[in-house]
């Protein structure tokens, strides 16, 4: 069908008919600039089309708009990506151009359907991406693809949209990525709807405020969803840690024995500090606190003071122990007494029912490695 068929067929009404008519036929671009705006202003005069109509609009403004610059199609998909009844011909069309020209359609429009997202996603570049990732609604199967292709600016676009929906496995693909670069941070542990057990494994790699977030959303959890979350977590937790440390069998013996005896507690560990007895401290820690060895040891070896704030409190010691710890696990850090009483200061504002709900998720790595 020609362009001349189309206008007479699709625009049936209007005083302008006889020269958007005589449009059709001109092979002038600026007069077919002209028409395709007409043809535009026409569409949305009329307060609905019968679908016959809505797809002869579609078609020949499809075709007019192949024959324009950029700069015109750019206008033309700000005019339809917000319409509800936009021709489907169009917009697919105009959603796989520039992004100049895509992105107001892929950001806006209603008429696109999931096949349809899913193809511009799987072929597009990153921008084509980052405006999918700004949708009101992105479905899974669409989201899945972007956190597959897309690179970190695109995944964080994704994660600060609380209505992309994220199956389990893009979540956790979104989160590894998340740890090891900081400019996610903030998306992952503010993403309202990320599973918690994969939120708590941001705790470690995290600044404070964040870490502080994620303390105050255990201590809301369900408990209900606080086990269920759990439950996700176990399947699939890493015990990649390194090797343990060459004198770590004899004083596992040697806490185990202090232990059966009643004779472990926080003064024994702080002995153990003074003394530079790093392996049974931490052996120590990780028995006292029911975690595993290696989280015990990230958190003294990078002198993790609110972390160990938690294990601390969880282990319902008092503040006066805990600051013991903090300022031996600084050293000869530059004023170890005003900062651990700043990091004292924090642990009589933590809750140990908040730092229970948060060791809860730590442990996972210890069941894990008991299986």
């Known amino acids: ?45 009329a307060p609905e089309h019968s679908p ?20 015109v199609r750019a206008e033309l998909a700000a005019r339809f990506a917000t319409a509800p009844n936009a021709p489907h011909s169009l917009i697919r069309r105009l959603a796989d151009d520039a992004l100049e020209v895509a992105e107001p359609v892929l950001r806006g429009s ?9 193809q511009v996603v799987r072929q597009r570049g990153q921008g084509h991406l980052r ?20 690179d970190d600016d695109t995944l964080g676009a994704l994660l600060r949209n609380d209505g992309a929906r994220l199956s ?17 941070h903030a998306a992952a542990v503010e993403r309202q709807n990320l599973p918690v057990d994969l939120l708590n494994e941001m705790y470690f790699v995290v600044e404070a405020r964040l870490r502080h977030q994620i303390l105050e959303q255990n201590a809301r959890l369900d408990p209900d969803l606080l086990e269920a979350a759990l439950a996700a977590g176990r399947t699939r937790v890493a015990t990649d840690d390194g090797a343990l440390p060459a004198d770590y069998a004899e004083n596992l013996a040697y806490v185990n024995e202090l232990h059966a005896a009643g004779q472990l507690t926080p003064q024994v560990l702080i002995r153990f500090l003074r003394s530079n007895g790093r392996t049974p401290f931490l052996i120590a820690l990780s028995k006292l606190a029911d975690i595993d060895f290696h989280t015990a ?35 000869s850090e530059d ?26 998720f730590w442990r996972m790595r210890r069941t894990a490695q008991a299986a």
């Not at 016959?52 to 700069?71: H, N, Q």
């Not at 700004?134 to 669409?142: K, L």
């Not at 979540?171 to 900081?182: G, I, Y």
């Not at 140990?352 to 060791?359: E, I, K, Q, V």
């Open 1 to 45: 069908m020609n362009d001349r068929s189309v206008v007479e067929t699709a625009v049936v009404s209007g005083s302008r008919l006889p020269q958007l008519i005589a449009l059709a036929g001109e092979e002038s671009s600026d007069k077919r600039r002209l028409l395709l705006r007409e043809l535009t202003n026409h569409f949305f005069g």
């Open 131 to 150: 405006a999918v990732s700004g949708r009101a609604v992105v479905p899974e199967a669409v989201s899945d693809i972007i956190v597959e292709r897309g």
């Open 168 to 184: 389990r496995a893009a979540s956790e693909t979104a989160v590894e990525r998340a740890k090891v670069n900081p400019a996610l």
């Open 52 to 71: 016959s109509e809505t797809a002869l609009y579609g078609a020949v403004l499809a075709k007019l708009s192949d024959e324009m610059e950029e700069a």
């Open 110 to 118: 209603t008429v696109l359907t999931d096949d349809d997202l899913i």
């Open 297 to 331: 040891r990230g958190i003294v070896e990078r002198k993790d003071l609110d972390a160990l704030s938690v294990v601390c409190k969880a282990a319902d010691m008092d503040r006066a122990v805990y600051l013991t710890y903090a300022v031996a696990v600084l050293g």
């Open 335 to 360: 004023n170890p007494m005003g900062k651990a009483a700043a990091y004292g200061r924090m642990y009589g504002e933590l809750t140990r029912d908040a730092a229970m709900r948060t060791l809860r």
